[in-house]
């Protein structure tokens, strides 16, 4: 059943192609429910071919699965092939999973946009793009996924683009990704030269059997790191990922929460005989770009006023926590925290997608207020994503957080307490946003007194100056239902790895075939690891007490923690912006300059001297026949001279 | 007097000569295809000699070839020739340099 593999991409691409052949010809829920149905077509191959697997055997679990060759050129060869093994089928599993629902919801959420096919068209190619980054077992097909997925969020993001600013989001992202694909490449073209190979298990084949020196490992890591750090929204690439949420929501919580941000930590972990042999500096570096990426974005969230900037700067603080576990060795914690993390982020996202769309098109928390009645459902959802996202037990994310923390006090307690204080403002800024939008007065009815004037924020898509007539309604069921779905999932999500015993621990071994061996192993005692876990539930509960006693009770004044320059991203943003507008600029356009005088002129120089060259040799060429007659007997002269002088009469 | 293949050379090389310089100074294109055909013919004459004087049938095989060639070469020569001077006559060859650089 595993050899099924190859039909887990070929129905988002088949359901991409009859999106794109009809295209306007269909009338609107049907391309959504067909795209949908491509999408869970995916999903139930996957569990077949997951069900399959686990039939076998631990050691029989990771097997490759080639269509086609795909470049044969000399040594270097390659070929369309899958690498089926328990990372990439679990990967499939909630991308598919997640994907599946999130379709569902964009049909209610996509109701009455013009460019409902449009929409679906891209969906259903970026799952197929991001299946084949998943499931390729060479680097050149995961690049060819990591591309394409990347162009479909440029798409996704400017899907209304007719707004100038959204267009400009999507141009935002794209360039920024480059930087990480000028890495992910550089990374490539290394392992090529050194290894000679492309493909994952051969790449590891030599690398168990061949010395690779230490530095190029290294190298090689770093590079992919670079990549990661563009694609996972690391600091300082990770600007690109606030300015995404200019896409319709579902496209936020598929593409910028679940699942395409998290490829760079895929990556890594995919990578991971490599990332062993490279120096202990290098997973250090990943290790602190993780924890401080995760710090610096959760300080941010808390003084967002948009909805989705505060689940856009969670979501790069959390992925800062997947990074850290990769830095710390701890893969199966990474994967389990990107599994928990799409379901509670893409049931967040969802839910905010909901709030909006129910407060027509509203963004700014400030003017939400007491939804709770008016959306039960929406607002119960969400409540569970927030105990989960919080790391209140039993709910999903807090025992994927507490385990990434614990190899971070293993590895280093710095670490640590830069993981804990993030686990702290988390919490705040979630409660602060429960509370601003389900519970208190509700605000939307006094239009824009107090809202869109205070620190000049980036509210700058909201729906506008009528707030004062909207009704808050609860969306309809399509809507609802995948939200109800992610909320039993983010709820039980913990079950798959709970560190009491080795036989729960069912992902570490589930996964084995897959990192070979490589985790870091705990060196700490039973009673440290319920120390730590009790210190991080300390945290929670501090960061939600503040954030109720703000908030709800009003006894704290708000503004100490909304200060303008956390609004304003620590005015990093701002900062890149006005560097690469000024003397940036005028350095790369000294390069371009560069490039045109020197290396085009060297270009056309060669032109010029064989143009002005053939000029002056033409002459010769003046079609006179007498003229070539008296040619060729010269050299027949010549020839008869040059003969008769070698020869001894 | 013994004539012996020395002359026989000898006169191929002033008929080669005549050809050679006939060709080089002469613009009618009639007059230079017969100093080519002389040419030809001189070399046709130093195989035969050379052939005799070594006792060997390949000089006068080669010149079957020739002749057989040199008899192509006038009809594609002359046909060309006719071609031209039916499109425009008194033309010399020193006219026809349309292909120059």
Known sequence: ?649 | MIITTTWYLLLAAVLFSIGTTGLLVRRNPLIMFMCIELMLNAVNITFVSIGSHLNDLGGQLAVFFVLVVAAAEVVVGLALVVAIMRRRSRTNADDLKILGG
């Open chain 1, 1 to 649: 059943m595993i050899d099924l593999v190859w039909l887990i991409p070929a129905f988002p691409l088949l359901g991409f192609l009859t999106l794109i052949c009809l295209g306007r010809s269909v009338r609107e829920p049907i391309s959504g429910w067909l795209a949908t149905t491509a999408m869970a077509g995916s999903f139930l191959s996957t569990l077949i071919v997951f069900i399959g697997m686990l039939l076998e055997e631990n050691e029989n679990r990771q097997t490759v699965f080639t269509l086609f060759d795909w470049i044969p050129a000399g040594d270097f060869k390659v070929e369309i092939g899958f690498l089926a093994d328990p990372l990439s089928i679990t990967m499939c599993l909630f991308i598919t999973g997640v994907g599946t629902l999130i379709h569902l919801y964009s049909i209610g959420y996509m109701h009455g946009d013009l460019d409902f096919n449009r929409f679906f068209t891209y969906l259903n190619l970026f799952a197929f793009s991001m299946l084949m980054l998943v499931l390729g077992d060479n680097l050149l097909l995961t690049f060819l996924g990591w591309e394409g997925v990347g162009a479909c969020s440029y798409l996704l993001i400017s899907f209304w683009f007719s707004d100038p600013a959204n267009a400009t989001a999507g141009k935002k992202a794209f360039i920024t990704n480059r930087v990480g694909d000028w890495g992910f490449m550089v990374a490539m073209f290394l392992i090529f030269f050194n290894f000679g190979s492309l493909q994952y298990l051969e790449i590891f084949d030599i690398l168990g059997s061949n010395q690779i020196a230490e530095t190029t490992t290294t190298f090689i890591v770093l590079m992919l790191f670079v990549g990661a750090v563009g694609k996972s929204a690391q600091f300082p690439l990770y600007l690109w990922l606030p300015d995404a949420m200019a896409g319709p929501t579902p496209v936020s919580a598929l593409i910028h929460a679940a699942t395409m941000v998290t490829s760079g930590v895929y990556l890594l972990i995919r990578v991971n005989p490599i990332m062993v042999e490279a120096s202990a500096w290098s997973t250090g570096l990943i290790a602190w770009v993780g924890a401080g990426t995760a710090l610096f974005a959760a300080s941010i969230a808390v003084a967002q006023t948009d909805i989705k900037k505060v689940l856009a700067y969670s979501t790069v603080s959390q992925l800062g926590y997947m990074i850290l576990a990769v830095g710390c060795g701890a893969y199966t914690a990474a994967i389990f925290h990107m599994i928990t993390h799409a379901f509670f982020k893409a049931l967040l996202f969802l839910g905010a997608g909901s709030v909006i769309h129910g407060m027509d098109g509203e963004q700014d928390l400030r003017r939400y207020g007491g939804l709770r009645s008016l959306m039960p459902i929406t607002a119960g959802t969400f409540i569970i994503g927030w105990l989960a996202i919080a790391g209140v037990p039993p709910f999903s994310g807090f025992w994927s957080k507490d385990e990434i923390l614990a190899f971070a006090w293993d590895k280093n307690p710095l670490l640590w307490l830069v993981g804990i204080i993030t686990a702290l403002l988390t919490a705040f800024y979630m409660t602060r946003q429960v509370i601003l939008t389900f519970f208190g007065k509700p605000r939307y009815l006094d239009a824009g007194d107090d809202a869109g004037d205070d620190a000049g924020d980036d509210a700058g898509d909201d729906a506008g100056d009528d707030a004062g007539d909207v009704q808050p309604h609860e969306s309809p069921w399509t809507m609802t239902l995948p939200l109800i779905a992610l909320a039993f999932l983010s709820v039980v999500g913990g079950l798959i790895q709970l560190p009491f015993s080795s036989s729960t621990k069912r992902l570490e071994h589930w996964l084995e075939p897959a990192t070979f061996h490589n985790e870091t192993h705990l060196h700490l005692s039973s009673s440290t690891l319920w120390v730590l876990a009790l210190l991080t539930l300390a945290a929670v509960a501090i960061g939600i007490g503040i954030g109720i006693s703000t908030y709800l009770k009003e006894k704290i004044d708000r503004q100490i923690f909304e200060k303008p320059i956390l609004n304003n991203a620590w005015h990093f943003d701002s900062t890149v912006s006005k560097v690469m507008g000024g003397p940036g600029f005028k350095a790369f356009e000294a390069v371009a300059k560069f490039d045109k005088r020197v290396i085009d002129g060297a270009v056309d120089g060669t032109g010029q001297i064989v143009k002005k060259t053939a000029f002056i040799l033409r002459r010769s060429q003046n079609g006179l026949v007498r003229t070539y007659a008296l040619g060729v007997g010269i050299g027949a002269v010549g020839l008869l001279i040059w003969f008769l002088s070698r020869t001894t009469i």
